[in-house]
């Protein structure tokens, strides 16, 4: 039994929203909306409704088209643990104490494959969790707390059990023939350059079991609120896909992105740490053969997304579903000449993100209001008319959702860290529609201002031109703020 306090609660948010009460028209009382949660894992804004000129996704686009499309989201953190922890915790990196795939444990100071947050934060509702505790049938299919990829594909990875009430860790061909993928740096699948252009169907790679147990999901439940969180495998290496994806993209068609004198010079270096020797040393061909294998997987993982969004429709779901669309962090393919994540420029810090709420009047618009994935949590329960925990540290985008043309933050962060002789110091980085500024262990190991209007490749950094000085005082004011309580790695 729901306590009628809560339903008492619920009619009072459903009811003072507009488009909210649209959707409970003709209802005798206000259906509560589904959620289907999507991540795509290390997927960047090379997407067509992004305007991507080569990239197909057409299922993305379409969703894209009747949701609202947000220019300017970004990660708190472009690492999957830290990443993912604080977008389902709702809480900023630094609060989570997650800063990292792997480390010390605080208590015992022994190296720990995986730290979890709930040895720093254990009585946080984490977003999923907030959902059963009123009454959702919540489900986790794939990757959505961190997993190694592709070596713990099938496992639970480092998962959180409070916060489902059942979970399905699909394993694919792909991960039973990982021996015979292509790879530049030897027996690494997971953080280096490999792929491979597999025989056989869409159905028989995890992702495709990873739509297929969300689909089955979705017909079990389709009687009760559920919140489904689908967790996507790839774009993440190794880019592995059914063969007709990877003929999409030629790589002697595909172009390579310029680098500034800056990244040649690699300047300054804490920017370019991500980068790794054996990936540094490739040639132009092995450079174009990972972009277009990197598409094929996007294209292929979009199919995927096909597929649910397919039986959304199919069961009669969709006009009381939202629909969420994202990745834990954007990606590199040779801007700036890096690859993979870990790096605080756009590519690395910016997400794609759609949301779809039936009928909210910004559907089918794009925004370029300041959204960052911490922002998730309390946008759903928002939405949901859910009593979110008042610690949180995100915002609800729902005004946004209302009016695409709206603003709801100044300033989306993001931050990483670095290891040089084993010392740890700290990135900052920030971003305002104007600007990104970042800065690298409070100023000792550089600065970076970029004007992101008039300079999006961030090829020109200002931060030392008299000119700017004003705006890099402002920006680094902000950083600084931010980055206060920095716990120890
Ligand atoms: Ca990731």
Redesign the pocket.
Known sequence: MRHPLFVLLCFGVLGASGFLRQAALGEEKPRRYNVLFLVA??LNCDLGCYGHPQVQSPHIDALARSGVLFRHAYCQFPL?SPSRTSFLTGRRPNQTHILTNSGRDRKTGKYREHPHFRDYIPNTVTLPQLFRQHGYFVARVGKLYHYGVPGQIGTSGLDDRPSWSYVVNPAGRDKAEEHRIFTVIPGNYGSALSWMAMEGTDYEQTDGLVATAAISLMEANRNRPFFLAVGFYRP?TPYVAPKRYFELYPPEKVPLPELSEDDKRRTPPAAYMSAKRPEDQVDDLTRRRAIAAYHASISFMDAQVGRVLEALERLGLADRTIVVMTS??GYHMYQHGLWH?MSLFENSARVPLIIRVPGAPGNGKQTQALAELVDLYPTLADLCGLPAPDYLDGVSLRPVLEDPSKQVKQAAFTQVFRRRRGKVFHGYSVRTLRWRYTLWDQGRQGEQLYDMQNDPGETRNLARDPKYQDVVRRLRKLVEEYGKNTPKI
């Open positions: 894992d290390d999957c993440h834990d962090h994540k």
